[in-house]
Nanobody, 124 residues
């Protein structure tokens, strides 16, 4: 399984970014996909997760109402639309995959496959 994340960059507070993660190497129909982030000096934290079918999106409280996770089965991608960005959203964002799962897990050690990370910087 390979996960390739892209879409990070520098944006002003209040702005938007869209992250995408291209998945390859398997049939992902039974997978849960998620986005995590890790800020400097902090632990990796769950941001959002979703079943590959697009069902059961789940969000961290800190991003609820601002971020939207989605899948595109035809393109084998999972995306994270980030609106109303805040400086505290600054982090390296990682996509992750958990095979043979129906429930959205929130701990990093519950995910098997990881992308390389993409940096999001929100200036104040």
């Amino acid at each position: 399984v390979q996960l390739q994340a892209c879409g990070g960059g520098l944006v002003q507070a209040g702005g938007s970014l869209r992250l995408s993660c291209a998945a390859s190497g398997r049939t992902f129909s039974s997978y849960v996909m998620a986005w995590f982030r890790q800020a400097p000096g902090k632990e990796r934290e769950f941001v959002a997760g979703i079943r590959w079918s697009g069902a059961s999106p789940s969000y961290a409280d800190s991003v609820k109402g601002r971020f939207t996770i989605s899948t595109d089965n035809a393109k084998n991608t999972v995306s994270l639309q980030m609106n109303s960005l805040k400086p505290e959203d600054t982090a390296v964002y990682y996509c992750a995959a958990r095979p043979l799962s129906l429930s959205i897990k929130t701990r990093p050690d519950e995910y098997v496959y990881w992308g390389q990370g993409t940096l999001v910087t929100v200036s104040s």
